[in-house]
């Protein structure tokens, strides 16, 4: 299968470096997947899981908000926050969790910020 460059960065670090089969992300507007050739594309980031094919394995990192750049040389993720799957337990979780949850109870929340917090409850619902 052809590949392509895919990077993964937050604030805190680059999470992710490496050529990669496919890359589903969660855009705003809805998943996306980004293949090798993809046509050029700026999109805004929704809270979710993005999942990097590679070599038969599948990969998934909660993401929270950010933009993705796909360009003749790949794709980048710039993550207002990226937790790898693996560290989705404890305190990050909780974390997470809660912030959520703390604006769905709130009453001064924009209908954006309560969209993504659905959608950050529901990435996170089955961890």
């Known amino acids: 299968m052809a590949q392509f460059h ?27 997947e980004v293949r090798e050739n993809h046509a050029p594309l700026m999109a805004t ?41 693996t560290d989705l337990q404890g305190d990050a979780l909780l974390a997470e969790r809660n912030e959520a949850d703390s604006v769905l109870s709130g009453s001064t929340a924009t209908p954006e910020a309560t969209l993504n917090a659905q959608r950050a409850q529901d990435a996170l619902a089955k961890y």
């Open 6 to 32: 895919f990077s993964l960065v937050s604030p805190e670090r680059e999470l992710f470096s490496g050529e990669v089969d496919a890359v589903v992300v969660p855009g705003t507007e809805g998943l996306f």
């Open 45 to 85: 980031l929704s809270p979710g899981m993005i999942e990097v094919h590679r070599g038969g394995e599948v990969t998934r990192t909660f993401v929270r908000g950010g933009f993705a750049d796909v360009s003749p040389a790949g794709l980048t993720v710039l993550a207002e926050k990226a937790i790898a799957e």
